[in-house]
């Protein structure tokens, strides 16, 4: 308002700005490469930056690919090649490793993290000082400054949540004039394409974007309400942000799967989990074995089948010259015929031979004749010749199913039942006609109207230890355990047992070309990625949510090979006490104001009740979507989840303080308390320097001296 | 009336068909059967609706002798029809009681007979009410509250007239009945809370009143709807325990205070050796609440878990494999005279009694918590090796201290390791035989789950004293029972090959349970909504979502509607948004149970949802003058009801066999009487 002064002012403010910026960057970048070993969780994100540099397919059910290509990204810019081992915390880099370009990103993300604070904090409309009070408040926060400086994924995704917040507040407080609209947008779109890379680094951010679009849609909401906007307007702006808020970190997203699956390319060792049509997509693997293989199922084609479930394992129905016993352990008897089961492994016991009942012969005419759906099938074991059976008799380790086997006339007055129906269960995506790899069949008993079916459980000694196969007479629909595909696959030619047996043992051959499309592979990938469950297991470090708000517990990162240094978890205590606080005070204070107002007596101004709801939408509603999902969840959880719901409580404390300051108590003490605050900050974060740096190196006795909580977990080296 | 008439005969009709056991019939029979013998059970449930099923069997002269061992169980010539009668009447006032809150809440006749009719119909709702269950009972107090509530809200310009009160304390009796029966009642706890905070903060608004006016508003509710039915449900629970005085199934999930109180166990005014001696037989039960005794059996760890030694395990049930002798580090021979007493600090060995083993720790992880060490038994006929040395300790004591039976905390220290005996709590997959876990835990602090207690104590050589234990109070029973409840409720994990049904399933009606039958030979009664109502009913829940979001957006740019459409768009947000909570607040919540869930979790959401779509189809109709002209709008409206009144019948009449019973082929053979009606794949009917 001062004529002269905005020059001046604006000169002040890029100067704390500046220098803030370079002590976060001081403090995140400095002796990056130290300590030259693999430290935490780099053990499990760096296996997968390996698999990026080699262009080999992986899957990760933790999070979306983006934080993942990031981190690679770092990699590729140090001229990593992907020859390391990741196989366990503490082992040392060799020098043809650049440790520094690996954690080079995260550092940068977690850096860019304190000026983002301070811009935010003005644009929710408070003071440089309260801006200044956040940015220091995050810049001596130790937690942050150890998990940003290694190669992990949190301060990566913090950056991207406070880049959305940040840019959104600036569109929305942007004068929203008629001509000057693009560079608002500019913002807009910016605040979208941060929401894409939030939600693409990990799944959490998913809840920080939810957050984004309520307070967006608070806005739209008023806007609509506005009635000195003509409708069309309105309806444009509508428009714009659905565009931009919703509309574009959708595409971004499936964007990411787009440049992961376009760059990973070969086969590896998570291939096992995918359909065979995604397999066949990838180079090796099965792409190599299946290349040239006729594309339509015909009689006399010569299979291998191999069950959709992938779990426990894949595995191909299988037959081997073995009976079933002919009495189980627990006493019940079997049918006595050759066994079928499902195996893990590439065999060529796993080829099966599509007859046609009503013919002998088990080589494909020309010109082939294919198998549709619906048509009965016989399907004869290569090796053996047996035919596959199904017959009311209890399978050996689910009784309440039915047994299947390779059958042998016992002359026991139990006929052959070895007719199968073959219903192609996406035959409305494919087609008719079973084809290799793309089509799922379910082979439907045609005596019993049982469905073959892997029941996954294994087999005892006596079937040495293989899968069991049964055929169920429940017909649930959906049930991909009922589903089978043919994966290798060729045209029988000779009609001799010998012959055949040859051929069995010989590659395949013949040419066809085909590919899935990139909706399909993205549409299973995705699918996978949230099915997928990994072994529960819990970790020395793991603990509960509720532990992280008084922090109770901390996270051993790094331990030295011989001496005392090493690297932990642990947070700012004071600062950590300090965001504590404020929530309380803010939601103590927000049940005050709003009584008080609901009875008519306004204690503020209503712009200034305005900016208090907002500074309570934004922080408070962060911290509760970051920490409440937590309560809920059924996984191993640890420490570093806390650290995006931390930021927003220090976005949220020299706010409220500055709220108080200039509203409710305006006394000097209070800034001297801010003050001493601020000052014991500084303290405990130097005090904890050793911890975070891992240098210098500290005794037994000083160490314990840093334990001060008695469930703090900091290691001593016995000498 | 002609809601009432329809309602009570659809319910009750074929009500003692098929005479059998019907799925969970054999839980809350048997139960009920519990209440007239006063045996002691342990269930997931609030006894309430136990209570009332014993109560109306007691009435219609059931015995309670009735097994009640597995579903299809004959029943011969029991009296069950009256436990099932009082079930379906209960059922029976559900479409009542929904034709009186939609009445209540939309002042349209119309939109109140819509709801009653789709339940009134409605197979799944027919079925669930026809049988010995939980869930009628349930429903009925659901409603009851609901519509008590709706009744209050209408009264707010009445304040402290009898009426209102009436209604008020009706609330809290029908939320307290709801609680009493399934925990599922604490969301309809939370529809109401939600109501009345909504209710005082527009009194507080409300400058007319002054403060002491509210605080009495806020008194009065704060009194019916929290402190009655509280004090209601620490009553149920009072009756339960003293109905309930005799040791039975139950006993070994409750400590070893508590069991003392029940008539038969072997707690109640015991005798026995008070201090604990070396060569005694004992068991030993672990202090955390559902902890069980330390138990072991002649399986062993499965390959990959730790050594390949015998399984220790806690167990909930008394057997003979909780026992133990406590010996001391050498001599495994019984000495003459009077044995020794073992003291805080000495060391012992703990042999297994039925298999000789010794209890054994050693530096192998633990088979579920990984951070702590496994227990084994080890070792046989008293040879074991250091591994097999435990330091006794009584908390809280010195050394010579000697260790009470039944009252001293102890915990075990492993001497070569120096970790504690801990029960973790969780349950061992199969091979374990899904009992829970025990290990040596490396963190030495004082917890429940590392102090036990020496509960059955057996000397020969010792003196019995009468043990008068410390009799619990009723609050200690009252949290204990509680925390043993949800302890079972969590515990309740679907198992590998068990059906388990998601919630996203329900909405749509995708599978249904089968009560009874499965071969086409037998009498089958499959639980399955009523596909059209279920259907209408998603539709609508669509449909009300569009209609709110055009009725706001119009209001909220100012755009000048008729009076009748303003009532109108005040019933949808209103109303429609009391029920759209409901059903919100009884669905939503399944989606983060891990809990193995069922079908039939649904039926209560689907009781809002019926309301809702009565709402929202009768101002559907009546809206269709903003498409149509005065005659063509009255006469779509017209045919709109009567379309939807004969596509609801239509369908019931093809469908009622699923809730009446169907013998015969199965529906996918062309012979059966349901040809033809398997829509969906996954119905097994």
């Known amino acids: 308002q001062l004529g002269g002064l905005p020059l001046v002012v604006t000169a002040q403010v890029d100067l704390l700005l500046v220098l803030v910026s370079l002590l976060a960057f001081w403090t995140r970048l400095s002796h990056l490469s130290y300590p030259n070993a693999v430290v935490f969780d780099e053990v499990y994100y760096g296996q997968f930056v390996s698999l990026y540099m080699k262009r080999v397919f992986f899957i990760d059910d933790s999070g979306p690919p983006l934080g993942h290509m990031i981190l690679a990204f770092g990699a590729y810019l140090g001229g990593f090649d992907g020859n390391f081992v990741w196989n366990r915390i503490g082992a040392e880099y060799p020098t043809t490793v650049n440790v520094w370009s690996l954690r080079l990103l995260p550092a940068l993300c977690g850096a860019l993290c304190v000026p983002l604070v301070y811009l935010l904090t003005l644009e929710l409309k408070f003071s440089h000082l309260s801006a200044l009070g956040a940015a220091v408040l995050l810049l001596l926060e130790n937690s942050l400054i150890v998990q940003s400086r290694f190669m992990l994924l949190e301060s990566v995704l913090i950056f991207f949540v406070l880049l959305a917040f940040f840019s959104y507040l600036r569109f929305h407080n942007a004068p929203s004039s008629l001509s000057g609209g693009t560079p608002r947008y500019i913002w807009l779109i910016l605040s979208g394409v941060s929401c894409g890379a939030v939600v693409g680094v990990k799944y959490m951010g998913l809840f920080s974007y939810l957050l984004l679009l309520v307070v967006a849609s608070l806005h739209t909401w008023k806007l609509i309400g506005d009635k000195t906007i003509s409708h069309r307007n309105v309806c444009v702006q509508c428009v714009h942000r659905v565009l931009c808020l919703v509309v574009v970190p959708v595409l971004l997203y499936v964007f990411w799967f787009y440049v992961h699956l376009s760059f990973l390319n070969r086969s590896g060792p998570h291939d096992q989990l995918m359909s065979s049509a995604f397999q066949a997509s990838l180079q090796g693997g099965l792409s190599r074995i299946t290349r040239g293989q006729p594309l339509e199922v015909a009689y006399g084609s010569q299979v291998t089948l191999r069950s959709s479930v992938s779990q426990p394992i894949p595995c191909w129905l299988h037959s081997h010259k073995v009976n079933y016993p002919i009495r189980y352990d627990n006493g019940r008897g079997s049918s006595h015929q050759q066994q079928v089961t499902c195996y893990p492994f590439k065999d060529v016991n796993n080829w099966w031979i599509i007859k046609d009942p009503g013919r002998q012969q088990l080589v494909v005419d020309t010109p082939p004749r294919p198998v549709r759906h619906g048509d009965v099938i016989q399907l004869v074991h290569g090796m053996t010749s047996r035919f596959l059976n199904s017959h009311d008799v209890a399978a050996p380790m689910s009784p309440h199913t039915q047994e299947v086997s390779g059958y042998i006339d016992f002359n026991v007055s139990m006929p052959a039942q070895n007719l199968w129906r073959v219903d192609i269960s996406n035959r409305e995506a494919e087609s008719e006609v079973w084809k290799t790899i793309l089509s799922e069949v379910r082979l439907v008993h045609v005596n019993t109207s049982a469905v073959l079916k892997l029941s996954g459980v294994p087999l005892p000694d006596w079937g040495f230890r293989q899968l069991e196969v049964v055929a169920d007479k429940l017909f649930k629909a959906h049930s991909s355990s009922l589903e089978w595909t043919v994966e290798e696959h060729r045209y029988g030619t000779s009609q001799e047992q010998k012959e055949r047996e040859a051929e069995l043992h010989s590659p395949t051959h013949i040419d066809v070309d085909r590919k899935i499309s990139f909706w399909a592979k993205f549409v299973e990938l995705q699918w996978k990625m949230l099915t997928v469950k990994q072994e529960e297991s819990e970790h020395k470090y793991s603990s509960s949510p509720l532990e992280w708000i008084t922090m109770e517990t901390n996270i051993a990162y790094w331990l030295h090979s011989s001496t005392n240094a090493q690297i932990h978890l642990i947070g700012n205590p004071v600062s950590w006490g300090v965001g504590n606080l404020s929530l309380l005070a803010y939601q103590l204070l927000a049940v005050v104001y709003l009584l008080r107002r609901r009875r008519g007596l306004k204690d503020v101004p209503d712009g200034v009740w305005d900016q208090f709801v907002c500074l309570g939408c934004v922080c408070v509603g962060g911290w509760l979507v970051n920490f409440v999902p937590f309560l809920l969840m059924d996984k191993t959880l640890f420490l570093y989840h806390y650290l995006p719901a931390l930021c927003y409580l220090y976005l949220l404390s020299p706010a409220l303080l500055e709220h108080a300051h200039t509203h409710l108590l305006r006394y000097r003490a209070l800034c001297v308390g801010a003050l001493a605050v601020l000052l014991s900050i500084f303290l405990t974060y130097r005090t904890f320097c050793p911890l975070t740096y891992g240098s210098p190196e500290l005794s037994a006795h000083q160490l314990q001296g840093l334990k001060w909580r008695d469930t703090w977990d900091i290691l001593y080296r016995r000498r | ?685």
């Not at chain 2, 029979?29 to 109560?55: A, C, E, Q, W």
């Not at chain 2, 429940?448 to 020969?460: F, K, L, M, T, V």
């Not at chain 2, 689907?606 to 063509?632: E, K, N, Q, V």
């Open chain 2, 1 to 685: 009336m002609l809601v009432a008439g329809l309602s009570f005969s659809t319910r009750l009709y074929k009500l003692t068909e098929p005479p059998h056991v019907c799925w969970d019939e054999t839980h809350f029979g048997k139960m009920g059967s519990y209440y007239i013998n006063r045996t002691f059970f342990f269930d997931v449930h609030p006894p309430l609706g136990k209570m009332l099923i014993g109560l109306a069997g007691y009435m219609s002269g059931y015995n309670g002798t009735f097994p009640f061992i597995k579903p299809g169980d004959k029943y011969e010539n029991q009296n069950y029809w009256g436990m099932r009668g009082f079930c379906a009447v209960l059922g029976s006032f559900l479409p009542i009681f929904a034709y009186l809150i939609v009445l209540e809440l939309s002042n349209s006749c119309t939109a109140a007979i819509i709801a009653a009719t789709l339940l009134i119909f409605d197979t799944g709702c027919i079925t669930i009410s026809q049988y010995i269950l939980l869930d009628p009972i349930l429903m009925f107090f659901i409603m009851a509250a609901v519509l008590s509530m709706v009744k209050f809200n209408q009264q707010r310009y009445r304040s402290f007239t009898a009426s209102w009160w009436f209604w008020l304390v009706l609330t809290g009796i029908n939320l307290a009945g709801a609680l009493g029966v399934k925990f599922v009642g604490l969301f309809v706890i939370v529809l109401v809370g939600l109501n009345t905070i909504g209710d005082l903060w527009r009194l507080l608004g409300d400058m007319s009143l002054s403060l002491v006016d509210i605080a009495k508003h806020f008194l009065a509710r704060a009194f019916a709807l929290i402190l009655l039915p509280l004090i209601l449900y620490v009553t149920i629970f009072a009756v339960h325990f003293v109905v309930l005085n005799k040791s039975g199934p139950g006993d070994g999930f409750f400590s070893s205070a508590f069991q003392s109180r029940l008539i038969g166990n072997n707690l109640h005014n015991a005798s026995m050796p008070e201090y604990l001696a070396f060569g005694s037989t004992v068991t030993i039960k672990n202090l955390r609440i559902a902890g069980g005794y330390l138990h072991s059996h002649w399986h062993l760890y499965p390959e990959g878990v730790g050594a390949r030694q015998q399984q220790v395990t806690a167990y909930l049930h008394k057997d003979y494999n909780n026992l133990w002798v406590v010996h001391r580090q050498q001599d495994n021979n019984s000495q003459s005279g009077n044995p020794d007493l073992v003291r805080h600090g000495d060391i012992v060995r703990l042999e297994h009694k039925e298999t000789t083993r010794n209890l054994h720790s050693h530096l192998h992880e633990a088979p579920l918590t990984k951070k702590h060490f496994q227990v084994t038994g080890y070792g046989i006929n008293g040879t074991g090796d250091a591994n097999d040395l435990w330091q006794m300790e009584v908390c809280g004591g010195r050394k010579g201290d000697p260790v009470k039976v039944l009252r001293s905390k102890v915990r075990f220290l492993h001497r070569a390791t120096g970790c504690v005996l801990y029960s973790s709590g969780k349950t061992l997959p199969k091979w374990g035989w899904e009992q829970i876990e025990v290990t040596c835990s490396p963190y030495l602090k004082e917890t429940p789950s590392s102090q036990w207690n020496i509960e059955d104590h057996i000397n020969p050589k010792l003196p019995n004293i009468s043990l008068s234990v410390l009799k619990p109070n009723f609050l200690e029973i009252l949290l204990e029972s509680h925390i043993v409840m949800f302890r079972g409720n969590s515990g309740l994990k679907p198992k590998d090959n068990e059906m388990n049904s998601k919630p996203w399933h329900w909405p749509i009606n995708y599978q249904g349970l089968r009560f009874s039958g499965v071969n086409a030979t037998e009498y089958r009664v499959y639980l399955l909504g009523n596909p059209v109502v279920w259907w209408i009913n998603l539709a609508s829940l669509g449909l009300y979502f569009t209609m709110v979001a055009v009725a706001s957006i119009a209001t909220q740019r100012g755009f000048s509607l008729g009076q009748q459409r303003i009532e109108h768009s005040l019933v949808l947000v209103r109303g429609g948004g009391l029920l759209m909570l409901g059903w919100l607040l009884h669905y939503a919540p399944f989606f983060t149970m891990g809990r193995i869930l069922y079908f039939h979790h649904y039926f209560p959401a689907m009781l809002f949802s019926s309301m809702l779509t009565g709402l929202t189809l009768d101002i559907l109709f009546r809206s269709a003058d903003l498409l149509l002209h005065p005659p063509y709008s009255y006469w779509f409206q017209r045919t709109g009801q009567l379309l939807l009144l004969f596509s609801i019948l239509y369908s019931f009449y093809l469908f009622h066999p699923l809730s009446y019973g169907m013998t015969g082929p199965l529906a996918h053979e062309p012979g059966s009487a349901m040809a033809g009606l398997k829509w969906m794949d996954s119905w097994e009917f």
